[in-house]
């Protein structure tokens, strides 16, 4: 007995569809090709001209094994910074793909307030190359979470378009489920460290319809800037308070002081 395929009706629509969206799409480039979000000039599909590509400032070994902090030189493995013994994160370690300069402020900003959710893929694999070692043997990346009225507000977590861009690179679920903002706290912008640390305090639970994706599980957190670190270490003591087996942290930039040397 023969069977037969029949063709059904939203997948066949898909396929007939799909000329005009590669049609549409190509009007939309041609009408509105790509800038680079730094200096305004045509760009490819990697988000930023040679010029500004040339000033971004990749971090990559030696640095602190614990915080990721760029070393001036290299002291040999497993040596950690002053500020990683002097202070050390509730998550295990962190790692970021550039530094918080210029040029990494203007790509974080264009995602975030500007709409050019083009830049998240690019942004996101470099992300995943910079925190290669984290991810491997991880179970999921959480991005941290936005409260609900600025998600509303803004549309989109900007945290969770890195995560997707990492996943698709590295072959790691997402879960958002594991952790929720429960506190609408005021912007980071221009506060103390100290401040910071008590604006975020309490600001993230697990809830108990994520319990099952946290209890036991290797997660790496997702974020676009590492500052203070106060954001990522209340959202690392939720997740560990919540059964988490460990934390890492994964952004695309961080802040980074003047040298210090490392101990």
Known sequence: MSSVVTDNGPSRLRRLAAPFR??????????????????????GENGLCASCWSKLSLIAPPYCERLGIPFAYDPGPGVLSMQAIADPPAYHRA????RYDDVARTLVHA????????????????????GRE?????DALVPVP?????????RFNQSALLAKAISQAAGIPITEAALKRVKATAQQVGLSQSERAENVQGAFRVPQDGKAEVVGRKLVLVDDVLTSGATADACARALLRGGAKSVDVVVFARVVDAVRAPI
């Open 22 to 43: 590669s049609a549409f799409g190509f009007a939309l480039d041609v009408a509105l090709p790509p800038l680079c979000p730094s200096c305004r000039e045509l760009v």
């Open 95 to 98: 790692r970021a793909a550039v």
């Open 111 to 130: 995602l975030k307030y500007g709409d050019r959710l083009d830049l998240a893929p690019t942004m996101g694999g470099w992300m995943a190359r910079a």
């Open 134 to 138: 984290l991810l491997e043997g991880a």
């Open 146 to 154: 936005l409260h609900w009225r600025r998600l509303w507000a803004r």
